[in-house]
């Protein structure tokens, strides 16, 4: 179904505490925690565990909670250990007890819905893979020639199951019964995973798609698998908010020729857009899983961990390939170094031709950086207070690149971030520098997030998303002492 729209005229601009709607839906700010791997699982401790990561940031004031991509089917799909899937009616009735805490802070929640397809841990964890021999990848088509390199040199194990017709359109169907029975259990939006090399964005990408019945061979086709899964749950899940990630493929490797341009991706949100679907997240991401998403310092904690070196070896298949996927995170370190808001110029593209709410998220670590980013940046004297001008840097600068701002790996460093970043924060006032991560003033506020990414290699063991490294949690302790969560 494509619903007609029109062109965006004026630039729209707001400040973080305004209230935004989205597909009907009002969310009471404009700070959303961007979805994370929280590592419930399925089992007894899994709502509780699901509470106890998501709830501190409703009860700080964000205004909208993503929870992490869950898994549409029984089995398989999972791109890494712990994930929660969403196939069983029954145990997504007792999610309630989840959305529940969440509405009773004000908060609203979107469940963003998953299948790994060649990304899942049948492909890259060796104890799985051993554990499971049964399982088959789901593949879009068959793996590009520089998959099944990897293949060959043992990185990677591609035995895939290439989707027939009929197949994607079950697939879809998967999809549109796990948004019916999430609405039934008081989620109050969709989040499509459309990027990070999940299967939809397998079948948006021309590197992983070649498809060629009704789901390939043009740009439009390669489209049809997120307009079937958008009418599936319009049908089955009613008119609920649609949201989903819309990818640019701009950091893949230089051997990568077929892939989506920035342009493909401006393109493919304003498609997206007549299609029905309430928001967008444009992000850039390359074609296989690395450091392009979690862009930051090279995580020399979490690989010298001496507590996780078994399960390292279990994951990735024996020390030797162990320190080969370490060597090439450093590698990829150094070549995806941090960069502040970097789907920032993404963002404003697709917002000068949509009119749909854009969220951004990537590189967002402060209150003056999301001030600039919605077009309500202030000017600041230089000890970092309102100058009492009313003018924007950002409104003068250039139009907003966004609608909402998101932020993930912050939250495993501060669950209660928001309440330093919205209005009426208190706190340290000793920091006068934006870079002072211990600022706790809402105008200047900065996430202590260090980029370090010690927090996401230990996940692939199935460990929980946590912040590990020292010096922030130290910080984070004062900063709770001072009442800058209260």
């Not at 498609?271 to 310092?297: K, L, N």
Request: glycine share 10%; charged share 25%; hydrophobic share 35%.
């Amino acid at each position: 179904m494509v619903v007609p729209v029109e062109t965006p005229t004026t630039p729209r601009m707001a400040t973080l505490e305004d209230p935004i709607d989205i597909g009907g839906l009002t969310v009471p700010n404009r700070l959303y925690r961007a979805p994370l791997l929280e590592c419930a699982g399925n089992g007894p401790d899994a709502v509780d565990t699901l509470i106890d990561d998501l709830e501190p940031a409703a009860e700080s004031g964000v205004g909208l909670i993503c929870q992490g991509a869950t898994i549409v089917r029984g089995e398989g799909g999972c791109a890494a250990p712990g994930m929660t899937r969403v196939h069983d009616p029954a145990f997504v009735s007792q999610l309630s007890r989840l959305t529940d805490r969440i509405h009773d802070h004000g908060s609203r929640i979107v469940l963003q819905l998953e299948h790994g397809g060649l990304r899942s841990m049948e492909t890259w964890h060796a104890e799985f893979r051993r554990a499971n021999p049964e399982l088959e990848q789901l593949a879009v088509s068959t793996p590009p020639w520089q998959l099944r390199v990897l293949d060959r040199l043992g990185f990677l194990a591609f035995e895939p199951h290439v989707l027939s017709t009929d197949e994607v359109y079950e697939l879809a169907a998967d999809f549109g019964r796990a948004a019916a029975c999430a609405v039934e259990a008081g989620y109050d939006g969709i989040h499509l995973a459309g990027a990070n090399m999940g299967i939809v964005q397998q079948f948006l990408s021309p590197f992983y798609n070649r498809r060629e019945d009704e789901f390939g061979g043009s740009p439009e086709a390669r489209l049809e698998f997120l307009a079937l899964v958008h009418d599936e749950i319009r049908e089955r899940a009613g008119d609920v908010p649609l949201l989903t990630k819309v990818p640019a493929e701009t950091p893949a490797p230089p051997v990568v020729r077929r892939k989506l341009s920035l342009g493909d991706g401006v393109e493919l949100a304003r498609r997206v857009e007549r299609i029905g679907y309430d928001a967008v997240v444009p992000v850039q991401t390359s074609v296989v899983w690395d450091m392009s998403i979690i862009r930051g310092e090279y995580p020399d904690r979490a690989w010298e961990n001496e507590r996780l070196q078994e399960e390292y070896d279990a994951a990735f298949g024996g020390a030797t390939r162990k320190r080969l996927v370490a060597l090439a995170n450093r590698v990829q370190s150094l070549q995806y170094d941090f960069e502040p808001a970097w789907n920032e110029d993404f963002c404003r593209r697709v917002r000068e031709r949509v009119l749909i709410p854009v969220l951004a998220e990537g590189g967002i670590r402060d209150r003056t950086e999301m001030d600039r980013l919605l077009g309500s940046g202030r000017e600041l004297d230089g000890d970092g207070n309102d100058d009492g001008t009313g003018t924007g840097t950002g409104a003068t600068d250039a139009d907003p690149a966004c609608d909402m701002v998101g932020m993930a790996r912050p939250f495993y460093a501060e669950p209660r971030l928001g309440a330093r970043l919205l209005g009426g924060a208190t706190g340290s006032d000793n920091a006068t520098d934006t870079n002072d991560n211990s600022n706790s003033n809402s105008d200047t506020a900065s996430a202590l997030c260090k980029n370090c990414n010690n927090c996401t290699v230990p996940q692939v063991t199935g460990a929980p998303g946590m912040c590990r490294t020292p010096s922030v949690l130290r910080e984070r302790g004062e900063l709770d002492r001072e009442g800058a969560y209260d």
